[in-house]
């Protein structure tokens, strides 16, 4: 069991290393954050997934949420989303 864990906390880290945006990078650090928090809760590997899946996703809103600062995000009137400096 504490091999699987490590390959997965493992592969997660490769995988940020090739984050490249904001939401990306949230939802690698969110998913490492809360698959480590899910071992030292839970103590076996159902625990360190659900908290992987769930600091990923967490991670990913945050990150989206912080966007490129001096940007704001715009919609036009077809609904396109588009960032724009405010």
Known sequence: MKKLTF????????LGVSACTSTQQGAVIGGVGGALVGQAVGGNTASTLIGAAVGTAAGAL???AVGR???CRYRNSRGRVYEARC
């Open 62 to 64: 945050i990150g989206d």
């Open 69 to 71: 600062p001096g940007y």
């Open 7 to 14: 390959a997965a906390i493992a592969a997660v880290m490769a």
